[in-house]
């Protein structure tokens, strides 16, 4: 079991915001409890790092047996606008940002230290302290959280463990680039070749470069919550829906977006398009929402979309991380289809909506690909997961 109380000074400041405005609300001193992820409440359980950074943190402090043990040994450059210590309230977190960022320059030693970690190897003395990589976002790819042109990326980095044919970060970013053609709002992104190797950089939307006095850093921090935060945000329902689906995140936009309706489209759009593109790692980690600099405070907006990467599956049969409608996850127009009311979306809308981004797919898959470089091969070998989707049974294409 968790617990969670804002403290009185907190409470004291004009300024305050609930760091979930639903599970966790500024209501004085009231005692929050949660026995769900191991006492975390969804938006800590956000900032705690995933594969890539526990294996660092066990590489360097021995294995942790609790998930806040994570949360204090990772750097504080999780995504959100969370920081956290083990000090009391006289002493904050030492902010990562206070320090200057890498740039371009240390991608390099970055890369060295990658292949030394995965080997099994101690980072090297003389580069600790000048590369710190990202241990605090989410994934199992290596990263590293650096300043170039007036704004921060996220440096993915390559790994022992990609596809030798298949660049991760070429197909990444045509992924991006082939979502953005389907009208869908997407993270930035641009490819560095190194010597060894690709590095995709992803700009963070959850950084501004400002210059204030309320941030010395010179970076704003913007409030984030994944779809899993909103999804556990109601535990009586979580106790009985296991997985979250698509449908059930449009419903709870209506007590987090400034602006529903126009998210729930967003929101189909970007499910029929993991469906067209066989994108089956749409788990709720990789949904999100940032706050919203236009609307009351406490109010979000659904974030730009972000690891969009295609899976080679082994059968004929693929299903999404997120279930999708009356037939579970099976990425079907069909099943799109009988969730559509979930959206607000009559059904002409829908499928206008299934349509355009269909054709949008078959028509430029192949030259998103191209233009990130990717061989005749590796275009070869995810051709199957570019194919259009089952049509709809004729008896449900009126009304």
Avoid at 31 to 40: K, V
Avoid at 224 to 251: D, E, I, M, N
Avoid at 259 to 278: I, K, W
Avoid at 289 to 301: K, L, Q, V, W
Wanted: aromatic share 8%; net charge negative.
């Amino acid at each position: 079991m968790g617990s969670f109380v804002y403290g009185r000074s907190y409470l004291a400041n004009p300024q305050a915001l609930a760091i979930d405005p639903v599970a966790l609300p500024l209501h004085g001193d009231r005692l929050f409890e949660t026995a769900s992820d191991q006492g975390c409440f969804g938006v800590v359980s956000d900032a705690i790092p995933d594969d890539w950074g526990r294996y660092v943190i066990d590489r360097r402090h021995g294995k942790q047996d609790f998930p806040v043990g994570y949360l204090l040994h990772s750097l504080d450059d999780r995504v959100g606008n969370l920081s956290f210590s083990a000090h009391d309230a006289e002493r904050p977190p030492l902010r990562r940002e206070s320090a200057p960022l890498p740039g371009l320059g240390l991608l390099d030693d970055a890369l060295r230290i990658v292949v030394g970690l995965e080997a099994g190897q101690s980072i090297p003395p003389e580069l600790e302290d000048r590369i710190m990589l990202n241990t605090a976002m989410g994934g199992a790819r290596p990263k590293l959280t650096m300043a170039h042109d007036g704004a921060q990326w996220l440096a993915k980095l390559p790994s022992r463990r990609d596809d030798p044919e298949i660049p991760a970060a070429r197909l990444e970013a045509a992924m991006l680039d082939l979502a953005s053609r389907c009208g869908i709002g997407t993270v930035q992104a641009r490819v560095v070749s190194l010597d060894g190797g690709d590095v995709l950089l992803v700009g963070r939307f959850d950084r501004t470069l400002i210059a204030s006095e309320a941030h010395p850093s010179g970076w704003a921090r913007d409030a984030y919550l994944s779809a899993r935060s909103v999804f556990a945000s109601r535990p009586t329902v979580q106790a009985y829906s296991f997985a979250g689906s698509y449908p059930r995140l449009a419903r709870e936009l209506g007590r987090y977006s400034s602006h529903p309706l126009n998210d729930r489209h967003d929101l189909f759009r970007r499910m029929v398009f993991n469906c067209a593109t066989s994108n089956t790692d749409d788990h709720d980690r990789n949904h999100g929402f940032i706050a919203d600099p236009n609307a009351s405070p406490g109010t979000y907006r659904l974030a730009p979309a972000f690891d969009l990467v295609p899976r080679i599956h082994g059968t004929s049969r693929r299903f999404q991380a997120l279930a999708i409608g009356d037939g579970g996850h099976a990425p079907g127009i069909d099943n799109i289809m009988s969730s559509h009311a979930a959206f607000d979306l009559t059904k002409a809308a829908a499928l206008g909506i299934v349509g355009d981004v269909q054709a949008a797919v078959v028509d430029q898959w192949r030259h998103c690909l191209e233009d990130q470089g990717l061989s005749a091969l590796a275009i070869r070998r995810l051709a199957r997961c570019f194919e259009p989707l089952p049509a709809m049974a004729a008896k449900d294409v009126g009304g």
